[in-house]
């Protein structure tokens, strides 16, 4: 079966500082991959996502990056925090199955910039 | 722009009663729409799916209506149990576009 794995699940980071979240995915190949950033009683707001490696589409300008080195994995950078940045993240991922495209997320990681 | 709403941010119901979540649609090419479960601290689960050439279907005491007349989709909880007590997110998704989200509905169980 499959299953995704997130981490950290709580990180509190200073302005300015340098952040890097790992996602991976394990039992299926070449999934697509996201990014979403949910803020607190918010909905979600989806950041990045990736259809194979090296390749990341952006959905909003931002302070952060997304990288796909390997097929299951999906990291979001950046290489320095604003206390905007603070916020629960998720990652996802999906296989295209037709029309039909279940989002399996991840546990989730709530950052917090001080 | 298109959007996916909810018509109410909370919901409280009473321990064995059956709970409706509402959802609004703007986008009439909207194909499939899901219905995801969030509690606390964790990420959305994947409750019950529904593509547009349906109008019903139904899971373990999920329910997901869709009416593209109204543009409208809603979740039926039956006998709803103080584990259903999350927020609850329906999404759109059309041709190859990502998936949007609405804001979420917060359900509480009283007992």
């Known amino acids: 079966s499959q299953t995704i794995h997130q981490w950290p699940a709580t990180l509190v980071q200073p302005v300015g500082s340098p952040l890097s979240l790992e996602c991976t995915v394990e039992?299926?190949?070449?999934?697509?991959l996201y990014w979403y950033r949910q803020a607190a009683g918010r909905g979600l707001q989806l950041l990045f996502y990736?259809?194979?490696?090296?390749?990341i589409s952006s959905e909003v300008p931002q302070n952060l990056s997304a990288s796909r080195p390997q097929d299951r994995q999906f990291i979001l950078s950046s290489k320095k925090l604003l206390l905007s940045d603070s916020g629960f993240y998720l990652c996802a991922w999906s296989v295209y199955t037709g029309s039909n495209e279940k989002l399996f997320f991840g546990s989730g990681t709530q950052l917090s910039v001080l | 722009g298109e959007s996916v709403g909810l018509h109410l941010p909370t919901l409280s119901v009473q321990e064995g009663d059956n709970s409706i979540i509402n959802c609004a649609y703007s986008?009439?090419?909207?194909?499939?729409f899901i219905w995801y479960k969030q509690e606390s601290g964790k990420g959305p689960q994947f409750i019950i799916d529904?593509?547009?050439?349906?109008d019903k279907r139904q899971g373990q005491r999920v329910t997901v209506l869709l009416n593209k007349t109204v543009k409208h989709l809603s979740l039926q909880i039956a006998a709803t149990q103080p584990g259903d007590s999350a927020v609850y997110f329906c999404a759109e998704k059309y041709n190859n576009n990502d998936m949007r989200f609405g804001a979420g509905t917060r359900l509480t169980v009283k007992p």
């Open positions: 039992g299926t190949s070449n999934p697509n």
């Open positions: 990736s259809v194979g490696i090296g390749q």
């Open positions: 986008n009439s090419a909207s194909d499939y």
């Open positions: 529904i593509r547009s050439n349906m």
